[in-house]
């Protein structure tokens, strides 16, 4: 079962979430959690795991042989990233940390002068602690494709799963509904929005369950620091009854976050209370919808 934990507004608790459930599912079953959140990975610190490099993240990229070149300029404008700069009568100039690797202007050029050739955008690393076994994605400073290496520590979590037999498999994404976000719901069983009470996150929680939905995927909603709002999480409550969504946990907020945070220990081992919430969202997860 692939279970993806998402929100959409940034800092709602969703790797506080991610990693909490991938302990209590871990207590009975082979458990994988996948850390999505390329540009800011952080489960590994969460769950204090000595993260060990399993492959990189290669994007593809042109390579240009001036010997062929006859400078007609054809290649810049084909290219949407401003990526390559011409002016007359000059070799064109390659801008090789905003190239998105489309190939379009290899396809253009007339003379075969571009071939292609690869850049590093990320790496993927591994690691095991809590009886979780963590594959986690990270992208390389400066770079933009965030999308792709998380598409690639997906396709690596997918074969290192079916090596160790897992039986669930947890995706912690990025926050927003972008493209990152896209490649961590894709093929999943089950959605955990997890949000706040504030009015920016349950605006980006609708939008979050918009994509649940359009995907057709199974859904529920987390409210985490609950009782810091308890008034904003009736609208929370009155959105998610009129949309027939369930809300499938309620989660309190206590000094053991922070503790949790500086000691890099799961919540749920902290505090024997959060065990139980979050064994309680496992239960409901399982038979809503
Ligand atoms: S591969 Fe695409 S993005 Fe990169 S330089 Fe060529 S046209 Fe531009
Ligand atoms: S399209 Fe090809 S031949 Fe024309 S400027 Fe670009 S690299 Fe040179």
Same mark, same amino acid.
């Given at each position: 079962?692939k $279970?993806?934990?998402?929100?959409?507004?940034?800092?709602?608790?969703?790797?506080?979430?991610?990693?909490?459930?991938?302990?209590?599912?871990?207590?009975?079953?082979?458990?994988m959690?996948v850390?999505?959140?390329?540009?800011?990975?952080?489960?590994?610190?969460?769950?204090?795991?000595?993260?060990?490099?399993?492959?990189?993240?290669?994007?593809?990229?042109?390579?240009?042989?001036?010997?062929?070149?006859?400078? +007609?300029?054809?290649?810049? =404008? !084909?290219?949407?990233?401003?990526?390559?700069? /011409?002016?007359?009568?000059? /070799?064109?100039? @390659?801008?090789?940390?905003?190239?998105? &690797?489309?190939?379009? +202007?290899?396809?253009?050029?007339?003379?075969?002068? !571009?071939?292609?050739?690869?850049?590093?955008?990320?790496?993927?690393?591994?690691?095991?602690?809590?009886?979780?076994?963590?594959?986690?994605?990270?992208?390389?400073?400066?770079?933009?494709?965030?999308?792709?290496?998380?598409?690639?520590?997906?396709?690596?979590?997918?074969?290192?799963s079916?090596?160790?037999?897992s039986?669930i498999i947890i995706?912690?994404?990025?926050?927003?509904? &972008?493209?990152?976000?896209?490649?961590?719901?894709?093929?999943?069983?089950?959605?955990?929005?997890?949000?706040? =009470?504030?009015?920016?996150?349950?605006?980006?929680?609708?939008?979050?369950?918009?994509?649940?939905?359009? @995907?057709? !995927?199974?859904?529920?909603?987390?409210?985490?620091?609950?009782?810091?709002?308890?008034? /904003?999480?009736?609208? $929370?409550?009155?959105?998610?009854?009129?949309?027939?969504?369930?809300?499938?946990?309620?989660?309190?907020?206590?000094?053991?976050?922070?503790?949790?945070?500086?000691?890099?220990?799961?919540?749920?081992?902290?505090? =024997?209370?959060?065990?139980?919430?979050?064994?309680?969202?496992?239960?409901?997860?399982?038979? +809503?919808?």
């Open positions: 079962m $279970i993806a934990v998402t929100g959409g507004k940034g800092g709602t608790g969703k790797s506080t979430v991610a990693t909490s459930l991938a302990v209590e599912f871990a207590r009975k079953k082979k458990t959690l850390d999505a959140d390329a540009e800011c990975p952080n489960d590994y610190l969460l769950i204090s795991i000595k993260l060990k490099k399993y492959s990189l993240v290669l994007q593809p990229i042109p390579k240009f042989d001036f010997s062929k070149c006859n400078k +007609c300029g054809k290649c810049a =404008p !084909i290219c949407k990233q401003n990526a390559i700069v /011409f002016v007359k009568d000059k /070799f064109p100039a @390659f801008v090789k940390d905003v190239c998105i &690797g489309c190939k379009a +202007c290899i396809v253009a050029c007339p003379n075969n002068a !571009i071939s292609e050739t690869t850049k590093k955008i990320g790496t993927i690393y591994t690691g095991k602690n809590y009886n979780v076994d963590l594959v986690s994605s990270e992208l390389k400073l400066g770079e933009l494709a965030s999308g792709e290496v998380v598409s690639e520590v997906r396709k690596k979590a997918e074969e290192i079916q090596k160790l037999k039986e995706i912690d994404s990025a926050a927003g509904i &972008g493209c990152p976000v896209i490649a961590s719901l894709v093929g999943t069983d089950y959605i955990v929005a997890v949000t706040e =009470p504030t009015p920016s996150a349950l605006h980006d929680l609708k939008r979050v369950l918009y994509l649940a939905q359009h @995907f057709n !995927i199974k859904h529920g909603i987390v409210i985490n620091k609950f009782d810091l709002a308890k008034n /904003f999480c009736l609208k $929370i409550e009155s959105f998610a009854k009129k949309n027939k969504i369930p809300i499938i946990g309620r989660i309190t907020y206590k000094k053991d976050f922070v503790d949790s945070t500086i000691k890099m220990k799961p919540v749920v081992e902290i505090n =024997p209370e959060y065990k139980g919430i979050f064994q309680e969202i496992i239960k409901k997860m399982k038979f +809503c919808n």
